[in-house]
């Protein structure tokens, strides 16, 4: 079974950074495309930033010029760094499969809260 574990969600200044890990076991991290997603209250769970070994990385309009997604496929981890940091990316982000999120059970998250 794969287990998902995110990690470095955190309270930040607008205009902030952040670097949120997600670390990937119980199958071959290489096999994946995978993305971050994330979910604001009351809110559905959305897209955010994709990956693949044999394309570009992909990423949502909202975040585009700003987040950066990468992974180490030695460490089974993917990353998102996470610059110029808006109010609205407040939000659980969570790692899963490209496209669709279709790893189960998701991980449990991270929590980025950008407040003044």
């Known amino acids: 079974q794969v287990q998902l574990v995110e990690s470095g969600g955190g309270s930040v200044q607008p205009g902030g950074s952040l670097r949120l890990s997600c670390t990937f076991s119980g199958s071959r991290f290489s096999f994946y495309a995978m993305a971050w997603y994330r979910q604001a209250p009351g809110n559905e769970r959305e897209f955010v930033a994709s990956i693949r070994w044999n394309a570009g990385p992909v990423y949502a309009e909202f975040v585009k010029g700003r987040f950066t997604i990468s992974r180490e496929i030695d460490k089974n981890t993917l990353y998102l760094q996470m610059n110029s940091l808006k109010f609205e990316d407040t939000a659980v982000y969570y790692c899963?499969?490209?496209?669709?999120?279709?790893?189960?059970?998701w991980g449990q998250g991270t929590q980025v809260t950008v407040s003044s």
């Open positions: 899963n499969s490209a496209p669709g999120g279709r790893l189960e059970p």
